[in-house]
């Protein structure tokens, strides 16, 4: 059975103390691994798409690393406007089209 | 271009009630998704669909029913409304069905079932 499972669920930084989430999957032929953040009150927004082991992509303050069996979510010197809901989700090569979620982690960045 | 819209944002139901989320795209995607996403236990599939006239159960689809008659509408049916069923619910579309393909999200529909 395909699954993603976040850590921690819960994160809290000071304005500039870098750190990363991690994100472990099982899945049946990786299709894509994806990380989205998401806003109190919103919906879910696209960050990164990572499609194989060795991987990385960047987005200001944000790197994506993916390995075969985990990603991470650097996250170098944040910002309190970093804080948000980061969710990991992966789509598989088998069972149909679906995108599966990882239940998130929660990062609060204090100034 | 307005992407995904959900409607209504907010709705209380009574048990046993019945009711109907919209969801309407305007990007031409043909895979459209439901999702609720409860407290500690993420976002989960209800129902999808790879085009107009295609449909499959997703991870928890009791108690829901869907339709795909065109390309931009895939509305989410309650047939009789539970308390179980109070949740944030999402509906999320992609250009298409196959690769690896990032999904654009609605705002969320807050469902209240008394």
């Known amino acids: 059975e395909d699954q993603v499972t976040q850590s921690p669920e819960a994160l809290r930084l000071q304005e500039g103390e870098s750190s990363s989430l991690n994100c472990s999957y099982t899945?049946?032929?990786?299709?894509?691994l994806f990380w989205y953040r998401q806003d109190p009150g919103k919906g879910p927004e696209f960050l990164f798409t990572?499609?194989?082991a060795g991987e990385e992509k960047e987005k200001e303050r944000l790197k994506a690393t993916l390995t075969k069996k985990e990603s991470f979510l650097h996250i170098t010197a944040p910002k309190p406007e970093d804080s948000a809901t980061y969710l990991c989700?992966?789509?598989?090569?088998?069972?149909?089209?679906?995108?599966?979620f990882g239940a998130g982690t929660r990062l609060f960045v204090k100034a | 271009n307005a992407g995904v819209t959900q409607t209504p944002k907010f709705q209380v139901l009574k048990t046993g009630q019945s009711m109907t989320l919209q969801c309407a795209q305007d990007?031409?995607?043909?895979?459209m998704s439901w999702y609720r996403q409860d407290p500690g236990m993420g976002l989960r599939l209800i129902h999808y669909s790879v085009g107009a006239g295609i449909t499959d159960q997703g991870e928890v689809p009791n108690g829901y029913n869907v339709s795909r008659s065109t390309t931009e509408d895939f509305p989410l049916r309650l047939l009789s409304a539970a308390p179980s069923q109070t949740s944030v619910y999402f509906c999320?579309?992609?250009?298409?069905?196959?690769?690896?393909?990032?999904?654009?999200f609605g705002a969320g529909s807050r469902l209240t079932v008394l």
């Open positions: 990007m031409n995607h043909e895979y």
């Open positions: 990572l499609y194989s």
């Open positions: 989700a992966v789509q598989a090569g088998t069972g149909g089209f679906k995108t599966i």
């Open positions: 999320a579309s992609s250009p298409e069905g196959t690769g690896a393909n990032v999904l654009t």
């Open positions: 899945v049946s032929g990786l299709r894509g």
